[in-house]
């Protein structure tokens, strides 16, 4: 019995990326209705705020007036699928980044999620605009780059995930940090006053199993003290070597998961899974699932493929292949 792989295209870590900050956005405008985005805020006056920058907004188009605002809303929803869908990357991806800074700068009430969607889509645009592909789930071309505008695109591209790496590892560590000088967080107690938050704790259903953890200390310790953890590790994962710096991407989507379930912080939570991906695995790579049997046919070359764990492969694509 010989060990091979079958790849699984779905898993393009660009693509995939690309695909789950725009859902985060896409949710967020799909499941709220017009009067809860686009409402009067004390001190601030009506929005969207069509002054200044942000009067860039494609809300402005149809500024307080909740048909208009609607059919816009929608527009960007489907856009936004579109995006995801992965097709055309170098037609959607300006159109991605415009519509999450109408959202960042438009809406009444934004989160970090929406933040870091806009950072990371526009992070994305380079990488996007250099990519021939019709479908970002598709391999990347291997005909080598004679042209000097493509040699150009490919660099920007990589010095574009590069950034977006260091703005997530940045991201983390600040995240970290900024929780120590509060008693709650060096005393492990934080996650106490948050899961009994009214509005950011947990579900009637989801709080008979979460009252129960962070009633005790250990508990309580444990919940406060391991995202932290976590949040330093992924500040560090460029450091870590790539075998064990996958349990840290783990660790860090099953966070974020845990952040959506309890409190709802969905489109927060794609948007980061969207940045921990590509923070933590190479650029251009694919995950492939490996199973024992015998091959229908030996390969013709040499493998691209290199073990990580047992029952996985990471497949570095062509440089081409941002």
């Not at 779905?10 to 859902?23: D, I």
């Amino acid at each position: 019995m010989t060990k091979h792989s079958i790849p699984l295209p779905w898993t393009n870590v660009y693509g995939l990326a690309r695909t789950l900050v725009a859902l985060g956005t896409a949710g967020t405008l799909a499941a709220s209705s017009a009067q809860t985005l686009f409402r009067p805020v004390a001190t601030l006056g009506d929005y969207p705020s069509c002054q200044s920058a942000a009067a860039g907004s494609v809300f402005c188009l149809s500024p307080h007036d909740y048909t208009g605002l609607t059919w816009i809303k929608w527009v960007c929803v489907v856009t936004l699928l579109i995006t995801a869908s992965g097709w055309r990357p170098r037609l959607t991806a300006l159109p991605h980044a415009y519509i999450n800074y109408s959202v960042f700068s438009g809406i009444a009430i934004v989160d970090g999620g929406d933040q870091i969607a806009l950072i990371l889509s526009v992070l994305f645009i380079l990488p996007a605009l250099g990519d021939p592909r019709r479908w970002h789930w598709q391999p990347p071309p291997t005909r080598p780059l004679t042209s000097s505008s493509h040699r150009a695109f490919l660099l920007l591209g990589h010095s574009s995930l590069f950034v977006l790496r260091l703005q997530m590892s940045v991201l983390y560590f600040q995240a970290a940090v900024a929780k120590l000088p509060h008693s709650e967080w060096a005393d492990g107690t934080a996650m106490w006053y948050w899961g009994t938050n009214p509005d950011f704790g947990p579900a009637p259903w989801l709080a008979t199993l979460v009252t129960p953890v962070i009633s005790t200390a250990l508990g309580v310790a444990l919940m406060t003290w391991v995202p932290m953890v976590i949040e330093l590790s992924l500040a560090a994962s460029l450091l870590i070597p790539f075998r064990r710096r996958q349990y840290v991407m783990a660790a860090g989507l099953l966070f974020h998961l845990s952040i959506a379930g309890i409190m709802g912080l969905w489109s927060f939570a794609l948007a980061m899974a969207g940045g921990i991906i590509v923070l933590c695995l190479p650029a251009g790579s694919s995950l492939d699932v490996a199973y024992d049997g015998l091959p229908e046919q030996e390969p013709a070359g040499p493998s691209l493929q290199r073990e990580t764990q047992p029952n996985a492969t990471v497949s570095s694509l062509p440089p081409s292949g941002l």
